[in-house]
């Protein structure tokens, strides 16, 4: 019988250890968006930081938290939600410490420049109290985007095909491509304004060439990198040229394709900012630019929250699109 009570004691009370760390990893995002919030409420504000109409710091710490309060209550019957809602709490806390910090920095004590630095609250202004225009700027980005993005990536993925599956097309492209792809695309400007008929199309022909070499490049290395032995096994079994090509070359090339992709997304939205500069009137890039010229930098953040915003949406569809082509890596690499 006392066998038995050792036994179970101390397993007991590692159960409750277990327990009590869950209990303050679920508490550390209430105790610190509480504290943002009542630092926010309570602390005086700077006399040279401009005030704003509503405290829009505040209500987006506690519109944040009612999210993940819900999270929390609905994962106690959802799994799935609540090891999500664990995992993520204390990253959560984490970055509403690190805004807490940057609210007292700005906002309440003034320790850095207040033109170039402005309070959060300022830069939440401009995005709540300016939504169409912003929108407006948004969606002439995203046809930009998808316009140079689609195109670049279709050519550039054909382009990486040709240059793993022929050697004459190696022979006569690759040379050209080694020449003009390092080449940055803005640098084709006066080119594009020359060339093309309409702002739209010369910046989307810009994005599409940032897209185009990445993906071209790591399209063909893929192929080149797949094994032999694959080919050769096909071709035993009776499966053509072309059979090869789509079935066993193209699919082992699939995770370089998509590392292409992701190259040339981020390359896409660092040439977006200097694409809108040929003559736009609307676009994020061309909005940060001038708000910058205008010295309203809490705008110009507020334009770049929604850069980030858009690339973080973009490269998180791309991620789930990989995961289920690719979903036979599963197990076999490290996810």
């Not at 209990?23 to 968006?33: G, Q």
């Not at 095909?161 to 006066?190: C, E």
Request: hydrophobic share 55%; aromatic share 14%.
């Amino acid at each position: 019988m006392d066998q038995d009570i050792s036994a179970v004691v101390p397993y007991s009370l590692e159960g409750n250890r277990v327990q009590l760390r869950r209990f303050f990893r679920w508490l550390l995002p209430a105790v610190s968006a509480g504290a943002a919030v009542a630092v926010d409420l309570v602390l005086p504000r700077d006399l040279e930081q401009a005030p704003v109409d509503h405290p829009y710091f505040a209500w987006l710490l506690l519109l944040s938290l009612a999210v993940y309060l819900t999270a929390s209550a609905v994962g106690q019957k959802v799994p799935q939600l609540k090891d999500k809602v664990d995992y993520l709490a204390p990253l959560y806390a984490g970055v509403t410490l690190l805004l807490n910090l940057l609210n007292i920095v700005t906002a309440k004590l003034g320790l850095l420049p207040v033109l170039y630095f402005p309070s959060i609250d300022r830069v939440l202004a401009v995005l709540a109290e300016d939504p169409v225009y912003l929108l407006k700027c948004m969606a002439y980005s995203y046809r930009l985007l998808f316009l140079g993005w689609f195109f670049g990536a279709l050519v550039g993925i054909s382009t990486g095909i040709l240059l793993g599956f022929s050697k004459a097309a190696n022979y006569w492209i690759w040379p050209f491509i080694r020449s003009i792809g390092p080449i940055p695309s803005t640098a084709w400007i006066p080119l594009v304004l020359v060339a093309f008929p309409s702002v739209v199309s010369g910046s989307a022909f810009l994005i599409a060439l940032s897209v185009w070499f990445p993906t071209t490049v790591l399209t063909a290395s893929g192929i080149a990198n797949t094994k032999n032995a694959y080919f050769e096994v096909a071709s035993t079994l009776g499966a053509s040229r072309w059979y090869q090509i789509r079935k066993v070359g193209i699919p082992a090339a699939m995770p370089s394709v998509f590392l292409g992709l992701f190259n040339g997304t981020t390359a896409s939205f660092i040439t977006l900012v200097t694409a809108e500069m040929l003559g736009a009137k609307y676009g994020l890039g061309w909005y940060v630019n001038w708000q910058k010229e205008m010295m309203a930098y809490a705008n110009v953040y507020a334009g770049l929250i929604l850069i980030a915003v858009s690339f973080f949406l973009i490269i998180t569809g791309l991620f789930k699109i990989r995961n289920r082509i690719l979903v036979w890596q599963k197990g076999v690499i490290k996810w």
